[in-house]
């Protein structure tokens, strides 16, 4: 029915080459421009708002990036690491595709 209103076809791919930049672009925010909400909590990226990874203005940024938590996340969402219930990114609509196909090394590299 697309293809014959529109002329457009239907990919099954959930990240085809071309989207794969915006699929990916929140979780990137953990390595380049970790999200910080206004009350000091750290939720690593722009689409979380149900868990957080501690509290910046009480613990200090570089102790909550630094956490076994944070940096489990940041392994989890390379495929080196398994998901974890505490980690706000197994609730996120995004983890299933990330977790078929991982962050790649290219992918942290590439320039916002």
Known sequence: ???RETGLDVSSAQYPPADRRMAVLPCLL???SP???WDGRLLGCCVNTWQDFGNVFSDGLSACMDSERYQHTKKML???AGPRDDIPCVRCPRFAGISKHPL???DLLLPL
């Open 104 to 106: 790649r090394a290219q």
């Open 35 to 37: 999200q910080i909400n």
């Open 78 to 80: 390379q495929g080196k």
């Open 1 to 3: 029915m697309i293809f």
């Open 30 to 32: 953990l390595w380049h």
